[in-house]
């Protein structure tokens, strides 16, 4: 079975500082891996995708997330946030066959 | 329509009610999913519908809860007896791809609330 786990619950940065939030799974086979994000009073959406090539992938809003098979993780990166930033992000892995599995979650708040 | 619909956007029902949540998935989406999101936590997948293949229910949570969907349109999830710890916000996704092989696209949920 798969299983997605995201390290921080709550996360409170200033503008312009750098983001990391953690995702690890765990599934032994070929995985497909998503970053959705909900900004406040909006439905969920998506934010990056890996499927296969390179493991640095690049999403919308300057967002990125590496893929390190050896570490079965996922991070998400920004290098300077924005308030408009303050969200909550969901990490998500799905494999062929198999339905997605989300984390818990990690709400981000960004102060002006 | 251009998203996912879901009604009501709001529900509030006592104890022992049964409630209907509806789902309208983007036109062509052979793939539908429920999950559901209890408060400050992540969110748990429900039930799983791919074109005409048997559903996958292995996440439904007991058997007061159920959900059809007709053909590769609307769907409804239906949960009987409805108990507090069914409250929640109820999402709806569709995708043109078969289970965990493609992007979701979810509706704005069903905030259901029992008294």
């Known amino acids: 079975a798969q299983s997605v786990s995201q390290h921080n619950h709550h996360v409170i940065l200033s503008e312009a500082a750098s983001l990391e939030l953690g995702c690890n799974y765990s599934?032994?086979?070929?995985?497909?891996l998503f970053w959705y994000v909900q900004y406040p009073g909006q439905h969920l959406q998506l934010l990056l995708k890996y499927f296969s090539g390179d493991p640095l992938v690049k999403g919308i809003k300057g967002f990125e997330a590496e893929f390190i098979k050896s570490k079965f993780s996922f991070n998400l990166r920004k290098p300077s946030v924005q308030w408009s930033d303050t969200a909550e992000y969901f990490c998500?892995?799905?494999?062929?066959?198999?339905?997605?599995?989300f984390g818990g979650g990690t709400r981000l708040m960004v102060k002006p | 329509g251009a998203g996912v619909s879901q009604s009501p956007s709001n529900k509030v029902t006592e104890k022992g009610k049964d409630v209907e949540l509806r789902c309208d998935p983007i036109s062509g989406h052979t793939a539908l999913y429920w999950y559901r999101q209890r408060l400050g936590q992540g969110l748990e997948f429900l039930i799983y519908f791919q074109g005409n293949s048997a559903p996958d229910k292995s996440g439904l949570p007991s058997d007061r809860f159920s959900a059809e969907r007709t053909g590769e349109s609307v769907s409804t999830l239906t949960i009987q007896r409805t108990q507090q710890e069914d409250s929640a916000v109820y999402l709806c996704?569709?995708?043109?791809?078969?289970?965990?092989?493609?992007?979701?696209?979810f509706g704005e949920g069903s905030r259901l609330t029992v008294l």
């Open positions: 996704a569709s995708s043109l791809n078969p289970a965990g092989t493609g992007e979701l696209f």
């Open positions: 998500a892995v799905g494999s062929a066959g198999n339905m997605l599995t």
């Open positions: 599934y032994g086979g070929t995985v497909n």
